[in-house]
């Protein structure tokens, strides 16, 4: 009997309703809070992504710094480190800036230890032929990596909690 819904008994529509809507109901409810909470953790998921690409990065800056301080200003690969420590250091900047515009939570107090790390890696006599190998400088700049990673670990505690 194909009757419209308009047209059946109202007892029937209650009973219907009152049969289906409990089962309905928790969808009714995860639905939303699921898509709400998968959010945060996929924001979590890319600010953690970016802060690790960052320690990678700072990393990356002090072992090529240390290799560059460990030979000579006339070796041929000196030449191809400092191009290498000048385009990760454009980097970190990069990823330092995105990181503050895209989590503006993120307390970024480091500001020194990125500039004594640079100054560390880069100064005087930095990109001159006639400098000669520094290992004291290179354990230097592995030093200062090292601070500026542990700001940026402290940083990212600071952070306020994101549900996982």
Known sequence: MNVPCWQLPHSFLVALALEWFPKLLPYLVVAPISYWLGGFRERKRDRDAAIKKLELLIWQFARDAKRYWSIDGK???????????????????SELKDLSDKHRTFVFSSAKQ???????????????RSRTADSKRGDSVLEHAEILIDHVRKSRRKLPRIMS
């Not at 500039?115 to 006599?125: C, G, H, N, V, Y």
């Open 75 to 93: 070796n041929p690969q000196s030449s191809e480190l400092e191009s290498a420590i000048k385009q990760v250091s454009k980097q970190i900047g």
């Open 114 to 128: 990125l500039t004594d790390l640079r100054q560390a890696a880069t100064s005087e006599p930095f990109e001159q």
